[in-house]
């Protein structure tokens, strides 16, 4: 693995608390990790003629995550003196530009920025694999995927105990989940292993911000070794300076978004979110992190909240992202005290004539 991943920057953090994970060392990972690693398979072979792995249990990629990060918390980096708990405000404050960074920002005010791209259906055609991997299995087990719209929606974003327990309804025991849940889990990364082709306009825009030299990272629920692989299948990994895989034990979308700004060594006020999902656009704002949205998942009126939203990433260029910043200054988004316009004294009317 260490292999693998040497082309990615671990932490390029100028301070020395920081784990080069930016991740929870806690010592009941171990049995987890243990439930979590990869395990051959004999379904088949790669492009390298390794065979394909798959986790043994599912993951966090079938739960739903939570969003995070509601009151400014952050995740806790452990050091040999004791935790540290980071949070927003901290880590916008130790990731302040130094001297020298601010004269090249002032004439490459591109450079100042971080990309942060969520993996499911920003960089992937993700739903398609979750719903094509459901219909597999509903086919090997006699049953059917209902075809109702929102049912399949509420699918692709569900966890895979709801959505076996209360959407599909397949009158299944107990202890027949277990088996369900681990072939889904199969069947996904089956599918994962054939992804080849990014999201429609995703190079370009790439190709258009490295030529910038604006960093950036990937967050995903993936494990590191099928995140890796499968931007190298798509060819995109030489535009990722940062990854946040499972592997970070990041607890909320949030934490990743946190983890991404800490390993791209910008604050999360200088960052932005590209996400598909509502909750994922709600954790970039409690990250003090502006959000692109990105039409197609959801639909334009589900994404009001997102600083901009666009239909593709054809609809993207560098000067969006500095429009993202330009009404943000030190008191931007502040209470402002506003006086408020007096109403007109109503006349009294008075009879002083007498009749």
């Known amino acids: 693995m260490d292999c693998t991943c040497s082309n990615f920057r671990t932490s390029t953090a100028p301070f020395s608390w920081i784990p080069t994970s930016t991740s929870k060392l806690k010592f009941r990972r171990l049995n987890s990790i243990k439930h979590s690693m990869v395990a051959m398979s ?11 792995r798959f986790p043994l249990t599912p993951n966090k990629l079938f739960m739903q995550e939570a969003i995070g990060a509601e009151y400014g918390e952050g995740f806790e980096s452990f050091r040999p003196d004791g935790p540290m708990k980071v949070d927003v405000d901290f880590l916008n404050d130790r990731l302040q530009e130094g001297f020298l960074k601010r004269i090249r920002y ?33 086919s090997e087990e006699g049953k059917r995927v209902p075809e109702d719209g929102d049912v399949q929606k509420l699918m692709l974003y569900a966890g895979a105990d709801q ?5 599909l ?8 989940l277990d088996r369900l849940k681990l072939r889904f889990s199969e069947l996904y990364y089956r599918g994962l292993l054939s992804l080849k082709t990014p999201v429609d306009g995703l190079k370009e825009w790439l190709d258009a911000v490295s030529t910038a030299r604006i960093p950036c990272a990937i967050v995903s629920s993936l494990d590191r ?6 931007l190298d299948r798509m060819s995109l990994k030489k535009y990722f300076q940062a990854i946040v895989t499972e592997e970070d034990d990041m607890e909320s979308m949030a934490h990743r978004f946190l983890s991404a700004a800490v390993k791209l060594d910008r604050k999360p006020s200088k960052c932005v979110v590209f996400e598909d999902d509502p909750r994922g656009i709600t954790a970039a704002h409690n990250c003090t992190m502006m959000a692109i949205a990105l039409i197609g998942a959801h639909p ?13 990433f054809n609809e993207l260029s560098v000067i969006n992202l500095r429009r993202l910043f330009a009404n943000k200054g030190s008191t931007f988004m502040e209470l402002q005290k506003q006086s408020a ?10 009879i002083d004539t007498i009749f």
């Open 42 to 52: 004999v379904s088949g072979s790669g492009e390298n003629g390794s065979l394909a």
């Open 106 to 138: 002032s004439m490459k005010p591109d450079e100042a920025y971080g990309l942060v791209f969520s993996w499911d259906n920003v960089v992937a055609d993700t739903q398609t694999l979750k719903l094509n991997a459901w219909k597999q299995l509903a």
């Open 163 to 167: 959505v076996l327990q209360k959407l």
């Open 169 to 176: 309804l397949w009158g299944m025991a107990e202890s027949e």
């Open 225 to 230: 070794i099928h995140m890796l692989e499968a």
């Open 300 to 312: 334009a009126y589900d994404l009001v909240q997102a600083d901009l939203a666009v239909g593709s």
């Open 341 to 350: 316009e007096k109403a007109p004294s109503k006349r009294k009317l008075r």
